[in-house]
């Protein structure tokens, strides 16, 4: 199945996807506007770090609760009241003037990301009672391409409009990518009935815990997923800009080349790998994701040849991405879907913030090649842990 042949069968693909990519690059745009704001404010780096932790914390505390009110609550209705929240709280950032107003930002962002997280699982919940089989695996991908495309678009024109109108009207600018992100979910048909769950919150929250411990191949598949979290690379790229770039080129130029390099890399991959790939060829792709990471390992002392090295490294990760969630997708029963994946989505952060300290801390003891080389070769040791978990798969 091709994308076009996905957009033109599916409908609510085509509304779901342009939601995503409106509150997506929403996101990112304003991300840009808060750090901007940080540094104007003469915010120390403790400061700013615990404004990087409230982006990904919200998924790690909320997991257990978020996919339970998932399973209770009609999709469409929650997502449209998690859509409302994001923008609510993106305009409540204009309330922050000074550094003292700096711990209502930490409330806002916090209940922000917790709405974004929440949408996520909904959002990849509902997808698997709309779509099956190759239209769900090209889903996941078409959802990971829009991430990475947002991602580049979002900073670069949220840097434009912070460095020339400020930080105030990109969070006005911003809340309209949200109200029209808004509408057009409110204008989407689902034709998925919801099941009206009578239990109450917390045994709902225990019976997905007991589901996920009594199906170990759900544990397993989690952690393979999980797994894609290694390419948490944030930190060793500012690290290289820092230690090797800063005398080519200027830090932050090098940290938005190379992120903007590899974001590329990651929308244009499954372009090339979604026709060839299987659940058989996974293996060599896990192999393969590997061999490109440590080869860049060898590139990374050169800015410009270590740019094509990090390209690279990001052509398979979406593809791995994407497979991995829709095999977990595949096994889950209906009823137990948000909470499973609000667990999943709690594994992968936890891989990523796991990824993000060991690069930090190894720092200090090798080369960050050695690092790199390390985590290129823990891909290689999870390319053979699904081989030996494919024969139930």
Known sequence: ???????????????????????????????????????????????????????????????????????????????????????????????????????????????????????????MTLMPKLLSGQALIKANELHSIIWSFTFTAGMAVGGIVVNLYGVKTSFIIDSFFFIIAILILWRTIFSVKHVKVEEKIFQSIKDGFNYIKSNKQLVELMLLHGAVGLTAFDTLVTLLADYHYKYIIAVPLAIGMSNATRAFALMIGPFFISKWITKERLFYLFIVQGLMIILWAFMQNDFYIGLFGIFLTGLATTTLWSYTYALLQDKVDHQFLGRVLAYNEMIFMLSNVTTTLFIGFMASYVGLDIITIILGSLFIIVGFYYKRILRWI
């Open 1 to 123: 199945m091709t994308y076009r042949e996905l957009f033109t069968n599916h409908k609510i693909v085509r509304q779901l996807s342009a939601v995503q990519f409106i509150a997506y690059f929403g996101a990112w745009f304003s991300n840009v506007a808060i750090y901007s704001m940080m540094v104007d404010f003469g915010a120390t780096p403790f400061m700013i770090a615990l404004v990087t932790a409230a982006h990904f914390i919200p998924a790690v505390i909320l997991a257990p609760f978020s996919g339970t009110l998932v399973d209770r609550i009609n999709a469409k209705q929650l997502m449209l009241f998690l859509l409302s929240t994001e923008l609510l709280m993106t305009l409540c950032f204009l309330l922050i003037n000074n550094l003292s107003d700096v711990w209502m930002l930490f409330i806002f962002l916090f209940i922000r990301m917790s709405s974004a997280s929440m949408f996520f699982t909904a959002e």
